[in-house]
């Protein structure tokens, strides 16, 4: 499975940015996809999680509330729309596909990686 990630972009804070996340194979479609990101100098952290049939969702508290996780099975996507941005945002994002069918806060439940897209929100 391969992921292509985009929308990522610099942006000022309390602004907005849309990420999608597109998968090579409707393999996709049958398992949990989630969202980390990675900061200059700081572990790849968690964002948000999705289970395969897009009923269940997590988020870490720090995007709680700013942040909304959705996927299209039908176009084998997850978005992730970001909304009242903070320079604390600021990161490489990555979407990954979960090895079973619901989305984790652990890293190391998922096989597949997307190449990560740059957000920078400027203060």
């Known amino acids: 499975v391969q992921l292509q990630a985009s929308g990522g972009g610099l942006v000022q804070a309390g602004g907005s940015l849309r990420l999608s996340c597109v998968a090579s194979?409707?393999?996709?479609?049958?398992?949990?996809m989630g969202w980390f990101r990675q900061a200059p100098g700081k572990e790849r952290e968690f964002v948000s999680a999705?289970?395969?049939?897009?009923?269940?969702?997590l988020y870490a508290d720090s995007v709680k509330g700013r942040f909304t996780i959705s996927r299209n099975n039908v176009k084998f996507m997850v978005t992730l729309q970001m909304n009242s941005l903070k320079p604390e945002d600021t990161a490489i994002y990555y979407c990954?596909?979960?090895?079973?069918?619901?989305?984790?806060?652990?890293?190391?439940?998922?096989?597949?990686w997307g190449q990560g897209t740059q957000v920078t929100v400027s203060s």
């Open positions: 990954a596909v979960a090895r079973g069918s619901w989305g984790s806060r652990d890293a190391s439940m998922y096989t597949y």
């Open positions: 194979r409707r393999t996709a479609s049958n398992n949990g």
């Open positions: 999705i289970s395969w049939n897009g009923v269940s969702t």
